[in-house]
């Protein structure tokens, strides 16, 4: 037998072995079976925090001389909200951002994810996204502050458009 063939014959051994111990182990390895999941409730809660604020918002605010106009849809504990920014030098941004209604310990919060420009899903850097602490006010009605990081909370001018 030449060197050939004996180290033919070794790697022969070699790839029965190998497949002997792939095939070993495709067998332990339990498979997970494919069931439809159930939709998972994105709620924190599962009945809706405040009915009171479905419908459609606009919300307006003011930064450091930057003029904030919002238009906030509220259908339960989730929503979206397309905000026009206008600059003292008249430089516009405009963003929106897919918003959750959060319980906290004085009443709730109404958060904002990473802001895109409007209609696409491109990140927009120029805006960072809101968060809005809303309580009842003293007459009944809603009272909203902004409180997204600026020193402090700012008061928001809302008026319901539509339920």
């Known amino acids: 037998m030449t060197i050939q063939t ?11 072995a190998l497949t002997a111990t792939s ?5 332990i390895i339990p498979t997970k ?20 604020m479905n419908g459609i918002w606009n919300l307006q605010w003011r930064v450091n001389g930057w003029l904030h106009r919002g238009r906030l849809r509220m259908d339960g504990n ?3 909200m397309i905000v026009n920014v206008t600059g003292p030098n008249g430089r516009r ?8 209604m959060v319980p906290n310990r004085n009443g709730y919060t109404i ?17 960072q996204s809101d968060t809005f ?12 502050k902004n409180c997204s990081d600026y020193s402090g909370c ?9 339920r």
């Not at 494919?34 to 009171?52: D, L, W």
């Not at 941004?93 to 959750?100: D, G």
């Not at 700012?154 to 319901?160: L, Q, W």
């Open 6 to 16: 004996k180290v033919n014959k070794v790697l022969s051994l070699g790839l029965v």
């Open 23 to 27: 095939l070993s182990f495709a067998t």
């Open 33 to 52: 079976s494919a069931f439809a999941e159930p939709i998972k409730q994105r709620s924190v809660t599962p009945e809706v925090i405040n009915e009171g």
């Open 78 to 80: 989730f929503g979206t």
């Open 93 to 100: 941004v405009y963003a929106e951002q897919q918003m959750s």
């Open 111 to 127: 958060q904002g994810s990473t802001p895109t420009y409007p209609g696409s899903n491109a990140r927009n850097d120029a805006y």
């Open 133 to 144: 602490y809303v309580e009842s006010g003293r007459r009944g009605n809603w009272e909203m």
């Open 154 to 162: 700012i008061p928001v001018t809302m008026t319901r458009i539509d």
